[in-house]
C-alpha cells in the first residue's frame, strides 16, 4: 500500500459508465466490482469508492471524501457551493459532450407559460432546494413535492408541472411535455475537500488527475490527420487546414515530398478531407487520440 492516498469518489449510475471509459482514456486502468461499489485503481496511491452523485457533494464537503465527481445539479442542491473547491468544469454526460439541462416542463396542452404561472400548482421534482429557491426568486408559492422517480409520467395527472433534467429533451417529448423554462444548465465538477486542497501533496495529485481527464475529454472531440504532400502544393493544403497550432511538416525521403501531420475538430473530417485531397494531398490518414493537451 502507498504511504499517501487519495480519497476520490466516482459516480454510480448514469454517468458510471462514461467515468470510467474516461479515466481509461486518461491512463488509469481500472477494474469495478459492482458488489462492493469499489473501483480499483493501478495506482496505488489512489482509493476510490462509487457513489451516488447525489451523496457526493456532501461527502466530500466533509472531508470523508477529498475529491469527487458529481454534478452542479446536486453540489447546489446540496448546499455546498461555499465548502467545496469546483476544481475542474468536466463536460460530458451518459450520451455525449454535452451539458445536462435542468427545465421546466408541463403538459403540451397546459395553460402554463412560465415560473409566473406556477402561484399555488403542484410541482414535482428531484431538486427540492434548487426549486424552492427558484419559485422564491420568481416571487412564487407553489406546492413543491420530491419525485423518487418517472417524474415525466406525473404531469398532468399527478402535478402541475415538473423540473427535470434532459439531454435531449427527447423522453419529456414522448410523454408530450413541453420546456417552458430553462434553469441551468448542469456539468461533471471535479471537486475537493478544502482542506485535502492545501495539502500540497494532494493538491498537485489532484491536479495531475484533472490534467489527464481534461485532456481525455478534449480529445473526444478532435482527430489526428496526416498526409503526404508534394512540395509545390503544401502552401495550398495548410491554406485548408485548420489546427491548434501550424501543422507539422516534416521531409520525406523523396525531396519533393513532405509529410503533414496535424490536429482537428472530428466534426470537420467530412468536409474537410475531399478539400486537402482536392489540394493535392495523397495518402490521407485519420487517426483517434487519446489525449489532448494544451
Not at 419525485?147 to 402541475?160: I, N, Q, R, Y
Not at 489532484?206 to 502544393?233: P, R, S, Y
Request: glycine share 6%; aromatic share 6%.
Amino acid at each position: 500500500m502507498a504511504e499517501r492516498q487519495l480519497r476520490i469518489g466516482l459516480p454510480k449510475g448514469s454517468l458510471q459508465e462514461a467515468t470510467i471509459a474516461m479515466f481509461i482514456k486518461a491512463g488509469f486502468a481500472m477494474s469495478v466490482d459492482e458488489r462492493q461499489y469499489k473501483p480499483d485503481f493501478d495506482d496505488e496511491e489512489l482509493w476510490g469508492v462509487l457513489l451516488r452523485a447525489q451523496e457526493m457533494p456532501t461527502y466530500v464537503a466533509s472531508g470523508i471524501l477529498d475529491c469527487g465527481l458529481t454534478g452542479l445539479d446536486w453540489i447546489r442542491e446540496r448546499g455546498v457551493e461555499d465548502n467545496v473547491i469546483m476544481v475542474a468544469d468536466l463536460i460530458y454526460a451518459k450520451k455525449g459532450m454535452r451539458p445536462f439541462k435542468w427545465v421546466l416542463a408541463v403538459h403540451e396542452n397546459s395553460d402554463i407559460n412560465g415560473p409566473q404561472d406556477l402561484q399555488g400548482k403542484r410541482v414535482a421534482t428531484e431538486l427540492v432546494e434548487v426549486t424552492q429557491k427558484y419559485l422564491a426568486d420568481h416571487g412564487v408559492q407553489a406546492q413543491v413535492e420530491f419525485s423518487w422517480g418517472a417524474t415525466e409520467a406525473k404531469c398532468p395527472s399527478l402535478v402541475d408541472a415538473i423540473i427535470e433534467g434532459t439531454e435531449t429533451g427527447t423522453t419529456l417529448a414522448a410523454n408530450n411535455l413541453r420546456i417552458v423554462d430553462v434553469l441551468f444548465e448542469s456539468t461533471t465538477q471535479f471537486i475537493a475537500n478544502p482542506q485535502a486542497w492545501e495539502d500540497s501533496w494532494k493538491r498537485q495529485k489532484i491536479e495531475n488527475i484533472t490534467l489527464l481527464l481534461q485532456g481525455a475529454l478534449d480529445a473526444e472531440l478532435k482527430v489526428g490527420l496526416k498526409m503526404n504532400v508534394a512540395q509545390q502544393d503544401l502552401d495550398a493544403v495548410i491554406a485548408v487546414l485548420p489546427a491548434l497550432k501550424r501543422p507539422t511538416v516534416s521531409p520525406l525521403a523523396n525531396g519533393d515530398w513532405v509529410a503533414v501531420e496535424t490536429i482537428i475538430d472530428a466534426d470537420l473530417v467530412r468536409t474537410l478531407i475531399p478539400r486537402l485531397k482536392a489540394a493535392g494531398a495523397e495518402g490521407i490518414i485519420e487517426y483517434p487520440l487519446n489525449k489532448v493537451i494544451v
